[in-house]
């Protein structure tokens, strides 16, 4: 025990978290003097940490346009009367209510993802949650909203030693005060990549990935569960993890991911090319 300067008494476990934390602060300040703020989307040195270069917020796509009422996915423009759907959704309706996305993947949305993913800038989730946020509100009041990450495998997890959706979570929960419930949703099914798959191949390999828990079932019963992941490509994680979600009893299901493959700009640009795009992403990450 110590007696601080107010005449507080505190215990040595508090003592030396504040320690740990001026440890931090200082090692940060060095570490701030010997390298100066960079762009996250393209590392050139900028003004102040976490904010992008001209070029590359200027570069990034913001999906704030009409979109399905459904799966969220842009539509060329709003029509009279409200919120429509997509063809697809008319056609099959997926398992969740809206899934927004902050940003069209591309160049600078995929870099943030990758570093985040493998760099564990966890400055980067909370600049992906801050584009994010809007999104979030717009989906439901966040008193009712459960935030959950897509999980990944506990292999995959071993091997990485955190999950980046989690990382993001924790963000938006910070950010707008919404719940989160990080283990919820289990993952008790290590998938085979999605990479070159048919939608029907790829609904077969998730098919039975997710699970509840007796316990969790309870905590997700009536709840509106946002499932919170950085891409959605295909949307066949999503649909499965929702899918159990539902089954499971809670009362609503969305979905909201940092960047999203938009299919008219995958067929225009060849920033777009899944080529590319599954040398950097594998298994778990391109099915988001
Ligand atoms: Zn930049
Ligand atoms: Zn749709």
Redesign the pocket.
């Known amino acids: 025990m110590m007696a601080s300067a107010t005449g507080d008494v505190e215990t040595d476990g508090a003592v030396a978290g504040k320690l740990a934390r001026g440890l931090r602060a200082a090692a940060r300040a060095i570490v701030d003097y010997a390298l100066p703020p960079r762009c996250p989307g393209c590392g050139v040195i900028v003004g102040e940490d976490r904010q992008f270069c001209l070029d590359c917020w200027s570069s990034l796509d913001f999906l704030d346009g009409p979109s399905?009422s459904?799966?969220s996915?842009p539509l060329p423009t709003a029509l009279p009367g409200g919120p429509i759907?997509?063809g697809?959704?008319l056609a099959s309706p997926p398992p969740f209510e809206g899934a927004p996305a902050a940003v069209a993947y591309g160049r600078v949305a995929r870099t943030v993802a990758l570093r985040l993913k493998y760099g564990r800038r966890t400055g980067h989730a909370r600049l992906m949650a801050r584009l994010m946020a809007r999104q979030l509100a717009a989906l439901g009041d966040a008193d009712a909203i459960l935030l959950v990450p897509v999980p990944l495998h506990r292999w995959r997890l071993w091997s990485r030693g955190f999950n980046q959706a989690a990382l993001v979570v924790d963000e938006l929960a910070r950010l707008t005060g919404a719940a989160r419930d990080h283990h919820l949703l289990l993952r008790v099914k290590a998938t085979a990549s999605l990479r070159g798959k048919a939608r029907r191949e790829r609904e077969r390999i998730v098919t039975g990935a997710f699970a509840l828990t007796p316990d969790a079932k309870a905590r997700a019963a009536g709840r509106h569960v946002v499932l919170v992941d950085d891409v959605h490509a295909s949307g066949a994680t999503l649909r499965a993890a929702a899918r159990t979600l539902r089954r499971s009893g809670a009362s609503r299901v969305s979905a909201l991911a940092w960047a999203r493959v938009v299919p008219d700009a995958l067929m225009t640009s060849n920033i777009f090319d899944f080529a590319s795009l599954d040398s950097d992403m594998t298994g778990q990450e391109m099915t988001g």
Do not use: D, F, N, S
């Open positions: 399905c459904r799966c996915i759907a997509c697809a959704c």
